[in-house]
C-alpha cells in the first residue's frame, strides 16, 4: 500500500480516537442520561476547558479530512504517488496530530502555523497528482 494510503489511514484512526475523547469529556460533563437522550435541549453543563478545545480541534481536523482524503484518493486512483504525493500525506498526517495537543495546550500562533502545514500538506498531494 503507497505511503500516502497508510497516513490516510492513520488520519482516520486519529480521528476515531479524538471523537471518542470527546465524547468522554461531553460526558464527564453532562452523564451518560444526557448523552443517551435525543439532546433537544443544549446539553446542562459545557465541557472543561479542554474538552471545549479537544472538541474545537476534532472540529478542525473534520473540515480538513475531506479535502486531505480526497486529494490522497485521487492521487491513488491516478497512480501518481511520487515525492510530492509522500511529503504531502506526511506533512498532513503529522501536522494534523500535533495540532491536538497545541491546540489543547492554548498556543496560539504555533497552532496557527501547524494548522498551515496541514493545508500545505494537502496542496502537495494536490500539485504532485496534476504536475508531478
Known amino acids: 500500500m ?3 494510503l497508510t497516513l490516510l489511514a492513520w488520519t482516520v484512526v486519529l480521528g ?3 471523537l471518542v475523547v470527546v ?3 461531553f460526558t464527564a460533563a453532562n452523564g451518560l442520561g444526557y448523552g443517551m437522550s435525543p439532546r433537544d435541549t443544549p446539553p446542562p453543563k459545557p465541557m472543561s476547558l479542554l474538552g471545549q478545545r479537544l472538541e474545537r480541534a476534532y472540529k478542525n481536523l473534520v473540515e480538513t479530512f ?3 482524503a480526497a486529494a490522497i484518493l485521487i492521487s491513488a486512483v491516478l497512480n501518481r504517488h511520487n515525492g510530492s504525493t ?7 498526517f503529522w501536522c494534523r496530530l500535533a495540532y491536538v495537543p497545541i491546540y489543547a495546550s492554548g498556543i496560539p500562533v504555533i497552532r496557527t502555523l501547524v494548522w498551515l502545514g496541514s493545508v500545505i500538506g494537502i496542496v502537495l498531494v494536490l500539485y504532485g497528482t ?3
Open 2 to 4: 503507497p505511503i500516502e
Open 23 to 25: 465524547a468522554q469529556f
Open 16 to 18: 476515531l480516537v479524538h
Open 130 to 132: 496534476v504536475w508531478g
Open 66 to 68: 475531506p479535502f486531505a
Open 86 to 92: 509522500q511529503w504531502g500525506a506526511q506533512l498532513y
